[in-house]
């Protein structure tokens, strides 16, 4: 069995046990209305809210990104430095008895079937492709509670790779508990947005992006600020070491804007869109 095989196995028993219990009871409940505000606003973050959005290819990316949460999908063979999680999503959609387009469930080991972005554009207008950006929408539900269980099963793992596991447990805690639900959009959100953090391969010069990075950096440099706030600032500094330590030709420095605009929605209930009493 291939490494990537084995990844997705094991992310899938994690989500398949968090689906007969909660992942991790001592985390706040979403409400419904809560956790459709939450899916809101990934598929506002990551395609404006844009229906065409839901079937997209980056340019500069070597792979498409799918769903409210642009989930990745690599092709036969390929090898990137980003953790995949399109076929993860297929595997929880059957887990929820959920019938998947056709020309899907035919794909033989569940590989994407572009090979290039060029071919992936040009299949914008056709019948599967319209049939892929139907299903994506219709299901826009299955996909946040895809995510939301995607963040509750990765505590175990980021506890496990942690240099002070307890400091990170608690603070992961502390900011899930903070401002209800923006605690839990904020580690929902960044975990589906920049990953835990704890694959070796997503790294630049040794050095990851993920929640895991942000919640270490806020442990070594601690503030009297509210908690939201310094959970933003770490996520800006993490993703601003990234672009530097990012390979010159994948031109990271024009997602800065982007990016920090995303984390800015992490600072407050209104900055988020959404209204508290």
Known sequence: MTTRFCFLALSLLL?????????????????????????????????????????????????????????????????????ESFPLLLNYYEQRAVELPAWISALPNRDSPWQRREDFQAEQDSERMQELRSFLNDTRHIQVEFIIRRMQASLPTLVAAAAHPAEVERLF?????????????????????????????ERYRGEGWGLLQVLEHMLANPSEAPLMNRFAESARHILARRIENAPPDRGEERWRVGWNNRIATYESPVGAGLARD
């Not at 506002?44 to 409210?68: H, M, Q, R, V």
């Not at 900011?175 to 975990?191: E, K, Q």
């Open 173 to 201: 805690h502390e900011i899930a508990a903070s401002a209800s639900p923006l605690g839990m959009y904020a580690l929902i959100d960044y975990i589906n947005f920049k990953g835990a953090g704890t694959s070796p391969s």
């Open 15 to 83: 989500m398949l046990h968090g689906c007969a219990q909660p992942p991790v009871a001592s985390l706040p409940q979403l409400s419904k209305t809560d956790a459709a505000w939450v899916g809101e606003r990934i598929f506002a973050n990551e395609c404006n809210l844009k229906i065409p959005c839901l079937t997209s290819w980056n340019a500069g990316e070597d792979f498409p990104s799918l769903g409210i949460g642009h989930f990745i999908w690599y092709r036969e063979n390929q090898r990137e430095a980003f953790v």
